[in-house]
């Protein structure tokens, strides 16, 4: 079937923009022309291997062919990679019209289009879309570092501290096969596709964007509108209706007998009189409405009231306060109850208004493509009708103008033949029949030849990843190598006497100075040999790799930074092997141009991790279901400009209780991350105008620690803006009440809750942390109130951070868990107070493998349910706050006591 290029001209919001990766970014620099369309597909299982039609949508950021049952299909049955195949075709009697094959590894799929032009068509589409993809993924490929190849690929964030600019440049190559607009059809129409996107419409709902009928020897087009569902109707509207249509008999029958009255000869009723039975019946149909939405209030109504009396008389008829008070406590859960129905009301009602808004967008792109599709076959038309002439004129020996208004396919094929030729061509059917053969021959040489430089080019592919995972390998092990190598020297160096050993002493602390001082060791490079592998000093995120040296023991600390990277390295290599973003990749080409919903799929997703480039998008999504009717209402009451603009611009130059805590806070946040190393650098400045503003949105918090360190790491991803939105997501929405008040009464909390889950899921190790005295909260009450961002190694903590913003704050129990569970069996084997403390404030450094961690956080701790940590959170709540007004008691009863003994002294002086 005909591939087609349709305009469909999807709006993106210009908000949404900014959640692109940079690739895409590129491609809309220099844009491409998508294609779509019904191609014939064989089967390539089963005795008779038939050919079915299929849908097939290009995608152009991964470069692959996917291919759907139909058009309005969301689910794809597969797809093929266009960036490592191959294309070729026969032509004469062995190979059918139109058909074509597509190698891919030790694949070959063969397609079959409508006919010879169509084809051709889309080889040369698919080669030039292969060719810009190859050259935009060489251009990326150049900017990566050692270490980066080593791991997986990412894309930067189009906004937040990560965004950077791609350098990718689109070269433009000319066509092998020149094929004229005429020969394509409709296919060289528009640029634009229904492609599945992440900011379009619902894909859910496609429409049938073109259909060829089912004989060959018809191939126009035709457009299937999409016709929404009817809407259900009310109970009441159906009786109006029923009313209505009544009424409208009695006047037909009446109409009718005065159409026989009036055959008959005696006129009974004038024109006049009809217009006047006719609104006469419109004020009757509107009189039964409004009385049927009178009749709806009163009920409702009545039942309030009946509802009310009856409340109150049980409430008057109680026998104690007790039971009255019950009676009140049933009200609040009723009223609770009510509230929760109502807000899961107003998010249907959302995405109802979403659904009502894509289908009407769908109604607009369907009226544009009729009318396109229109044109076209006018354009049709005039070409069949030209070409009509041009066989007529042939026919009757009119060569002349023919010649010179040929097809531009035939000049391509024979660019060296002048009219004379082509006329003994004509005339003396065997030299075309040589010269048919001879095409034939070089084609299928140039096929086999291409195929054997696709193997070729797929070789070097296997060989270089190969290469990359040994590197990564060696580098893991270099890391091992040099730790253990600055153990030997530091149990080695160690002060004797003697002249000999005294220079050996020299000699091993010159060998400490130069594996602790990589800078200053950097090797030379010499022209023909392998450099020795460089160090670098930050991670992808802005993180130093030497953050957690110790100033005390600079040996050890260095000894055991490079063990911890070398077991990173070895984790990546696993998480590659698992091809978390080919899972990712799959899931947004089924779900298209839809937005994200909470599903079981999404969820086992976020807790295998979000790829780098996906990462900016999701946690937006997952900030905009905890405050999006807040942050729109919040927007509606500040004028002409966004709530967070409107809190900068109204509270410029005034007294902030809160600043002066902000400003000795902020070079303490995250001081190993490169965006936030001195005053003048733009994550500090962003970071600053982030807490000032929330402190004057909830001027009930204002300011605690760690609240900056929230903030800083919403900014690696995210724009200043969404940054403080996702602030209050997590203060105000996600963490339970007082969590960051003055108090810490969530804080407190949580920590009792964690101990009582510890006791329950690994009781030995409990057990052995009491009888040692070992109060946990010292350890664990930091990783709560900062979400792990300090000392947790910075792949480790954006994972829990997926989880986290999108389940809530139940992981960051699973993942304290986690930690204990994993580093059980070392923490047993310490047997004090003082060795237990030392490897818990450690411990988290050494938490690199992800997948380990996710494996014991989601599935070894099972059953987790949240009912149960709701329960001991009420439980301790009380405690805690028991606890706190006795203290506050205690510091009144003290602060009396103390200004009474003052007063006794000043007395007592001043009697003497």
Not at 504 to 523: C, F, H, K, M, R
Not at 685 to 702: D, E, F, T
Not at 857 to 876: K, T
Not at 899 to 908: F, H, I, V, Y
Request: net charge negative; with cysteine; charged share 25%.
């Amino acid at each position: 079937m005909e591939g087609k290029l349709v305009d469909l001209d999807i709006p993106v919001a210009e908000n949404e923009s900014s959640t692109e990766p940079e690739v895409e970014k590129a491609e809309v620099a220099h844009p491409l022309p998508r294609l779509c369309g019904y191609l014939n597909k064989r089967a390539d299982r089963g005795l008779v291997k038939a050919f079915r039609q299929r849908w097939f949508v290009f995608e152009p950021r991964r470069c692959r062919l996917y291919y759907y049952k139909s058009s309005e299909d969301a689910t794809a049955l597969g797809s093929i990679d266009i960036a490592g195949a191959s294309f070729s075709f026969e032509q004469g009697e062995q190979g059918r019209a139109g058909q074509f094959e597509i190698t891919c590894g030790d694949r070959t799929y063969v397609l079959q289009a409508a006919n010879h032009s169509t084809m051709m068509y889309w080889l040369q589409e698919l080669q030039s879309r292969r060719r810009h993809y190859s050259q935009l993924r060489t251009s990326m490929t150049k900017t990566l570092s050692t270490s980066a190849m080593a791991s997986a690929s990412v894309l930067p964030p189009s906004s937040g501290l990560l965004k950077q600019v791609p350098s990718a440049v689109d070269q433009t190559v000319a066509p092998l096969i020149n094929i004229d607009d005429t020969s394509r059809g409709v296919a060289a129409v528009n640029s634009d596709v229904c492609l599945p996107s992440e900011d379009g419409p619902d894909t859910k709902h496609w429409p049938a964007l073109v259909d060829n009928k089912q004989g060959e020897q018809q191939g126009d087009a035709k457009v299937t509108n999409f016709q929404p569902p009817p809407s259900p109707t009310r109970s009441g509207v159906n009786r109006m209706t029923g009313f209505a249509s009544s009424i409208k008999k009695k006047f037909s029958a009446s109409r009718t007998a005065t159409h026989t009255e009036s055959n008959t000869g005696s006129v009974t009723y004038s024109l006049e009189d009809i217009l006047s039975l006719k609104d006469k019946v419109e004020t009757l149909e509107q009189e039964v409405e409004a009385n049927q939405k009178v009749i709806k209030i009163l009920h409702e109504q009545l039942s309030g009231a009946q509802q009310e009396k009856r409340s109150s008389d049980h409430f008057v008829h109680a026998g104690s306060e007790k039971e009255r008070l019950e009676l009140v406590r049933q009200k609040d859960r009723q009223l609770a109850e009510l509230q929760r129905q109502l807000n899961q009301v107003k998010m249907e009602k959302e995405d109802m208004r979403l659904d009502v808004k894509c289908s009407e967008t769908s109604m607009r792109e369907l009226n544009e493509q009729l009318l396109m599709f229109q044109e076209m076959l006018q354009a049709k038309d005039q070409v069949i009708m030209q070409l009509t002439h041009q066989v007529y004129e042939l026919e009757h020996g009119q060569s002349g103008p023919a010649e010179e208004t040929a097809d531009n396919s035939v000049q391509s094929t024979q660019p060296q033949t002048n009219p004379a030729s082509v006329a003994d061509w004509l005339d003396d059917p065997e030299n075309l029949k040589d010269s048919l053969q001879a095409f034939q021959t070089q084609n299928r040489f140039l096929n086999n030849e291409i195929l054997e430089l696709n193997l070729l080019r797929n070789d070097d592919a296997t060989r270089e990843q190969l290469h990359l995972e040994k590197m990564a390998e060696l580098e893991a092990k270099y890391y091992q190598i040099k730790s253990k190598y600055l153990l030997l020297l530091n149990e080695l160096h160690t002060p004797q006497r003697g002249g000999e050993e005294n220079k050996t002493q020299e000699v091993i602390s010159q060998l400490l100075d130069e594996a602790i001082n990589v800078e200053g060791n950097e090797p030379v490079e010499s022209p023909g040999r392998l450099q020795p592998l460089r160090e670098e000093q930050f991670d992808r995120y802005g993180f130093s790799m030497e953050a957690g040296l110790d100033e005390a023991n600079p040996v050890i600390s260095r000894a055991g930074s490079l063990q911890r990277r070398s077991e990173e390295i070895k984790a990546r290599s696993i998480e590659e092997n698992i091809s978390i973003g080919v899972k990712w990749e799959n899931y947004f080409a089924n779900i298209g141009n839809r937005d994200l919903v909470r599903l079981p799929e999404l969820k086992s997703l976020i807790r295998a991790g979000i790829p780098h480039e996906y990462r900016e998008r999701i946690w937006n999504w997952c900030v905009r279901l905890r405050v999006q009717s807040v942050r729109e209402q919040a927007d509606r009451t500040a004028p002409k400009r966004s709530h967070y603009q409107h809190l900068r611009v109204t509270n410029r130059g005034k007294f902030n209780p809160a600043g002066k805590q902000i400003e000795l806070d902020l070079m303490r946040t995250l001081p190993h991350n490169w965006h936030y190393g001195s005053m003048e650098s733009e994550g500090i400045q962003k970071l600053r105008r982030v807490l000032v503003a929330y402190s004057w949105h909830n001027p009930a918090i204002g300011y605690c620690q760690g609240l900056n360190r929230i903030a800083a790491i919403a900014l690696l991803f995210m724009t200043e803006e969404d940054a403080f939105w996702c602030l209050v997501a997590i203060v105000e929405h996600v963490m339970p009440q007082d969590y960051f008040s003055k108090t810490l009464a969530g804080s407190q909390v949580d920590q009792r809750v964690f101990k009582d889950l510890l006791k329950e899921k690994m009781p030995h190790l409990s057990s052995h942390l009491e009888n040692n005295n070992v109060d946990l909260s010292l350890v664990t009450f930091e990783w709560f109130l900062t979400i792990f961002v300090d000392g947790v190694p910075s792949d480790t903590m954006l994972r829990i951070w997926d989880a986290f913003l999108y389940e809530g704050s139940k992981v960051l129990f699973r993942y304290a868990l986690a930690f204990f569970k994993a580093s059980e069996e070392t923490i047993l084997q310490q047997k004090d107070y003082m060795s237990i403390f030392k490897f818990l404030r450690q411990m988290p450094q050494t938490m690199v493998d992800t997948r380990r961690l996710a494996q014991i956080a989601f599935h070894d701790l099972n059953p987790f349910p949240r009912r149960h940590i709701n329960a001991r959170r009420m439980f301790h709540k009380e405690n805690v706050w028991t606890e706190l007004r006795e203290l506050d008691a205690i510091r009144e009863d003290f602060k009396s006591t103390y200004q009474r003994d003052t007063t006794d002294c000043l007395s007592d002086d001043e009697n003497s």
